[in-house]
C-alpha cells in the first residue's frame, strides 16, 4: 500500500520493527560524579538469527559503541566549527572501556517476512543501552539525567543540584 | 624537495625507495609497495590502524618518518602468513570473530603477537593492558581478547 499523499503514512513504514532489552549495573563515585559500568546485559529480538555468531558480536559491538555516546562521546562546536575532531580530543571507546561482565543474546524469534526469519540487528542493540546506564545511576544514587552524555561533570551537577548545593558555570 | 634514497629490509626482504622527507612510514609502504595492512586512521598516534614494527618493536606508522628506517627491519602485518598458511594470531581472530569491518585488524594483530612473543600466557589484565592503544570502531574488544587467548593455547600446542 502506497503511503497516504496526504499525509505520508503508511502501515508498511519500515519491513520490520527492531526489539531490544538492556540490563546495566554501576557504581557511581558521589565525590566526582564518575561512574563506572560493572556489567552490561544486552538482549535482542533478531528474528532467527542466521549467524548467531555474527549476531553476538553485532549485539556486543553496538553495545560497546552506544557504551560510548552514552558515558563520554560529545562533539564540541564553537561558532559553526567543531572544535574536538580527532581521538585525542574526542575519545570511543577503547579496551579498557569494556565492562567487566558483558552477556549478549538473542532471543528465540521467527520474523514472518524476512529471510529464513531474520531480520536486521546492528542498531538493536544500542537504543536501550543509554536509558539503562541512566536509570542504573536514578537507583544507586537519585539524580536522573535526561542528557548524554553521562559524565563525571553532569552526574557531579546533578548530584550538587540535589544536595542543593549547585556547582556554577564552568 | 629533496628527495633521499634508503635502503631497509622488509618482510625479510632487501627494499631500497626514494623519499622525501615529509614522507611517513604508511606513505611508504603503500605507494612504493602496494602494501595495504598498515593503514591511516586518526594520522595522530591514537589508534594503532598504522601499527608496523620497526627492528621488532611496534611505532605508529602515521608518525613515524620513513627516513627513520633506513637501515631498519622493517615487517608490516603481511610478514604473519606463510604464503597461503596463517599465522595462529591470524587464525585465533577468524575462530573467535573478532573483528566485523577488520579496519584495525592489522594493529590488533601485530601488537597482539607482539604480547604473545613477551607473555605467552597473559590473563585478561595483561592483553587489554598491552592492547588499550589500539581502537575499534566496531567494539569487537571481547572477541579480540577471546582470541588472544586462542591464540596463546595455539602458539603453545605448535612449540610443545
Redesign the interface.
Known sequence: MPPDPANGLTPNATPFWMCAAVGAEVEVDTETGKVRVTRLVNVVDCGRPVNPKIVETQISGGALMQLGFTMFEKMHIDAGQVTNASLADYKIPAILDLPPSMENEAVAAHQSNGPFGGKGVGESATFCVSPAIGNAIEDACGVQLTELPLDPEAVLRALRAQANQPLGDA | MTKRTISFTLNGEPATAEIEPHHNLVELLQSDFNLMGARE??G?G??GCCTVLVNGTAVSGCLYLAAFVDGARVATVESLANGDTLSPVQEAFIEA?AF?CGYCTPGFLLMATQLLDENPDPDDDA???Y???????????????EAVKIAARKRKATAA
Open positions: 586512521s586518526c595522530q591514537m589508534c570473530g566485523q592483553i587489554r593492558h592492547l588499550s592503544g589500539n581502537l575499534c570502531r566496531c567494539g569487537a574488544y571481547p572477541e579480540i581478547i
